[in-house]
């Protein structure tokens, strides 16, 4: 199936703050650093562009409007999926340029996640917010790791997936984390000791299966593919696709209790690529926690259900591995911007640019995006 | 357009309410279809597969069961009334004769449980907010 969106745009600019604890400074102020590093890079004016795609949490684009002296925006325009927004992001971008309501469009996210949104007050925002509330928290649950780490153990006792497993995913994302000077766990390595030995948190998750909690800023400028040829450093959205799990009230009930909805978005992204997973030289996966890698690179396709944990091994997933994934250190070590850092961080791969943590000859990569229990993203960028 | 006819369900979308109620009462009360007998949960008065409003509240028979699914032991807790209890045990539970799976509390110490084991439901109907713990019934052979 071809499709109107295939390479029909690119993202020529892109920009990012580093990744903390504590910003010292607000969303408003992260999200115009960001973009205004993005629009420099892509050689643009500000009033160049007309759409925004901020993300659900941190600063909307009303916020950001006047300190970029923009009045005529044709499009803002927010998915609600949680993490799985900023990737659906590129896909909203690339349907309001192919239909000409905009010229240039940034998607970003700017948060201040750990200085001032805690993880508990993002809980109340997720699907099925009476279920949660009248039958869960009086359970005791409460938390987003206490979710994954009950799909994380039940993938243990049914496919033998090991804490070890998880432990090579974040020790991946460590290191690639500590080749990044915009990473929050830029100086601080990590051993499989040092990961079987922290805290625990929701056996069998601990502290460093955990996706980090952080303050920051990243934005990509995306334009048609005509435009894009006046850009020197093109990276084209070559297929984009989204889907739905069964039940995301309920995800626990689920028939087939590992089915998110990055199972039915991939396909599509890979299709309207005319590529496949081997064809990938990296991926770029939404990992909130350690197992997400696992499971979401088996529902992407790369390797079949319950074959993920022997996926990661050997440090296949890290630098030098035969599938890099998550360059820059992923939500788990370079910081939680939802996605959007991994986003910029495929763009600054795929145009040669990612200094001592570059991949060589990358041309192709996958991303995948996962967000409010089930709600999946995913796509594949190519280089100009 | 057609009108969604909510005359002939009782069960409205989302809407916890019997469930909670049934609690009070020992009881574990579902949402089924019935014409084709398919659980829904959570709940909504119109049935998936029929494409009908045949959808009911269900009262399952007492002595009702369950069997681990998944479990994780809680180390860390953000909810005030729970921190006392630390560290608990947290199941995925599916419960017998039906497809649903709840969330709930299995009270034991921790390394006794394993996916697998039966359980029994420990109703907690006196609170405000009422719910269904769970004790060990049967162990799976280790």
């Known amino acids: ?384 | 357009m057609t009108e969604v006819d909510k005359s002939t369900s009782s069960v409205i979308a989302g809407d916890f309410t019997p469930y909670l109620e049934a609690i009070r009462n020992d009881r574990i009360s579902f949402t089924r279809c019935s014409t084709c007998q398919t659980w829904i949960w959570p709940p909504t008065n119109y049935c998936p597969r029929c494409k009908e409003n045949s959808v009911t509240w269900v009262t399952l028979p007492e002595g009702t069961g369950g069997t681990v699914f998944s479990f994780i032991i809680v180390r860390h807790t953000t909810i005030p009334e729970f921190k006392d209890l630390l560290p608990y045990v947290l199941g995925i539970v599916s419960v017998d004769g039906t497809d649903i799976r709840l969330i709930g509390r299995v009270l034991c110490v921790t390394d006794d449980v394993a996916i697998g084991d039966g359980l029994a439901p420990s109703f907690e109907g006196e609170r405000d907010d009422p719910v269904i713990n769970w004790n060990l019934a049967r162990q799976r052979t280790r």
């Not at chain 1, 004016?45 to 007309?50: L, P, Q, S, V, Y």
């Not at chain 1, 766990?185 to 952080?214: F, G, Q, V």
């Not at chain 1, 799990?245 to 998110?260: L, T």
């Open chain 1, 1 to 384: 199936m071809s499709s109107l969106l295939s390479s029909s745009s690119a993202i020529v600019g892109v920009g990012r703050t580093a990744c903390s604890r504590n910003s010292g400074t607000t969303e408003a102020d992260l999200a115009l650093r960001a973009i205004s590093a993005a629009i420099v890079d892509a050689g643009i004016e500000a009033t160049d562009i007309d759409g925004f795609v901020p993300y659900v949490l941190g600063a909307p684009s009303e916020d950001v409007l006047e300190g970029l002296g923009i009045v005529d925006v044709r499009m803002a325009a927010t998915t609600v999926m949680g993490g799985a927004g900023p990737v659906a992001g590129l896909k909203l971008a690339a349907m309001a340029l192919a239909a000409g309501v905009v010229r240039y469009v940034v998607v970003y996210v700017a948060r201040n996640g750990a200085s001032q949104s805690r993880v508990e007050s993002r809980a109340i925002v997720v699907p099925g917010k009476t279920m949660r509330a009248q039958l869960e928290r009086p359970a005791g649950m409460s938390l987003p790791v206490q979710w994954f780490s009950l799909m994380a153990r039940r993938h243990m006792e049914e496919y033998g997936t090991t804490r070890e497993h998880f432990g090579e995913v974040a020790i991946a994302a460590r290191a690639f984390a500590n080749l990044n000077p915009d990473a929050q766990m830029y100086e601080k390595t990590m051993t499989m000791e040092d990961y079987l030995n922290s805290r625990p948190i929701a056996d069998p998750y601990h502290l460093l299966d955990c996706c980090l909690e952080s303050d920051g800023a990243a934005a990509v400028i995306l334009t048609t593919a005509k435009n894009a040829e006046d850009h020197h450093r093109p990276v084209y959205v070559a297929g984009v696709g989204e889907g739905h799990a069964e039940s995301s009230a309920s995800f626990v009930s689920r028939k087939n209790f590992f089915d998110i909805g990055l199972k039915r978005a991939a396909p599509i992204a890979f299709e309207m690529a005319g590529l496949t997973p081997d064809d990938m030289d990296l991926a770029y996966i939404y990992d909130c926690f350690t197992f997400e890698v696992i499971h979401q690179l088996e529902s992407a396709g790369f390797c079949g259900e319950g074959e993920g944990g022997a996926f990661v091994e050997g440090g296949r997933i890290g630098p030098g591995g035969a599938l890099p994934v998550n360059t820059g250190g992923g939500l788990l070590s370079d910081g939680h911007l939802a996605h959007m850092n991994g986003i910029v961080e495929a763009a600054v791969q795929l145009t040669g640019r990612a200094g001592r943590r570059q991949v060589d000859g990358a041309r192709n990569v996958f991303l995948s995006g996962f967000g409010d229990m089930g709600d999946g993203t995913a796509a594949v960028l190519v280089a100009g």
